[in-house]
């Protein structure tokens, strides 16, 4: 969605966002959990489009947008969503994405997104889990018809505790319904701590290589977010930096909007994360974990390892 370029915080140096997410809707269960404050209210239409026009003109630091997140629980079926999305094109913004929740797919118009003035690039949604099966079934079914009118739609899934072994099914599923591609988060600190259902890294990670198995085999991309290169052997080879993001609510609208990174989530490297071969594609990972049983230290990856 654009170029790279740096901006200092008291973080160190992050990347300055091309692109911003607006969570519309108040609402926003099902999805990686990250440590953004919860808005008092949901976003009218016309706030939007302000704060569109405001990033797209270039926002607080001088660096045009061209991207746009739009977020939260029953933002894909507000009958105002037309009216958003045209509002984004006319300020400039190329390349659209609509982060839709199973919450959403009662009400949720494929007809409102698909017309030439309303229609997004990209429909993202939660691919998780259940034991009895039916939200994996429903999250499917909608992301098959997304493709069957030619809409180009990714899944993810959250590495919960509850999650882990049912990852070659998520993958399969993931497969069935054609999608462009599959993101696999580890879940974020929330509020400054871990949750409280987390499952060690060596776990996660064992459960995740037949699923990643069934995806590359399909010709799916995949992508691994939150664990560390170090953590990851093989896998770690698919490795993509994050892209930073301009993240703004009800109460949190044009110059008070927050910087993804690190604003709403902080990634940690130490001192030997500087000699890892794979530094450049790795975001590193979370402070508060490596404080608990199941997470070793960090280390570089050797460039023989990177070879496997």
């Not at 006319?90 to 390349?95: E, L, M, N, Q």
């Not at 609509?98 to 919450?103: K, P, Q, S, T």
Request: a positive charge; glycine letters at 10%; hydrophobic letters at 45%.
């Amino acid at each position: 969605m654009g170029g790279f370029v740096l901006t200092w915080t008291g973080s160190g140096a992050v990347e300055r966002p091309r692109v911003v997410q607006i969570r519309v809707q108040r609402s926003y269960p099902g999805r990686v959990r990250a440590g953004a404050p919860v808005p008092t209210r949901s976003m009218t239409c016309e706030e939007v489009v302000a704060n569109v026009r405001y990033f797209t003109a270039g926002g607080p630091r001088g660096l045009p947008v061209t991207g746009l997140v739009l977020s939260g629980v029953g933002v894909a079926s507000r009958p105002d969503l037309g009216e958003m999305i045209r509002g984004a094109r006319d300020a400039g913004v190329s390349r659209i994405v609509l982060h839709a929740g199973v919450e959403d797919l009662e009400g949720f118009r494929l007809a409102a997104v698909q017309r030439a003035d309303t229609r997004v690039d990209l429909v993202t949604l939660p691919l998780q889990p259940s034991e009895s099966g039916s939200a994996l079934v429903t999250a499917a079914d909608a992301l098959a018809a997304c493709h069957s009118i030619g809409l180009a739609a990714s899944s993810n899934t959250v590495l919960d505790a509850g999650s882990l072994a049912l990852l070659p099914a998520v993958a399969r599923a993931a497969v069935a319904a054609c999608v462009v591609g599959h993101t696999f988060t580890f879940p974020f600190p929330v509020d400054g701590g871990a949750p409280g259902e987390l499952p060690p890294a060596p776990r996660a990670v064992a459960a995740l290589r037949p699923a990643v198995a069934i995806l590359k085999a399909a010709g799916v991309p995949c992508a691994i977010k939150g664990l560390p290169a170090c953590y990851l052997g093989d896998l770690g080879a698919d490795l993509r930096r994050s892209g930073n993001r301009w993240y703004v609510d009800a109460d949190r609208q044009q110059a008070r909007a927050l910087l993804f990174f690190p604003d709403v989530v902080a990634f940690h490297k130490d001192e030997g994360c500087r000699f890892c071969v794979r530094d450049g594609a790795c975001d590193g990972f979370f402070a508060a974990y490596l404080r608990r049983p199941g997470f070793p230290p960090l280390r570089p990856v050797e460039p023989e390892e990177a070879l496997v």
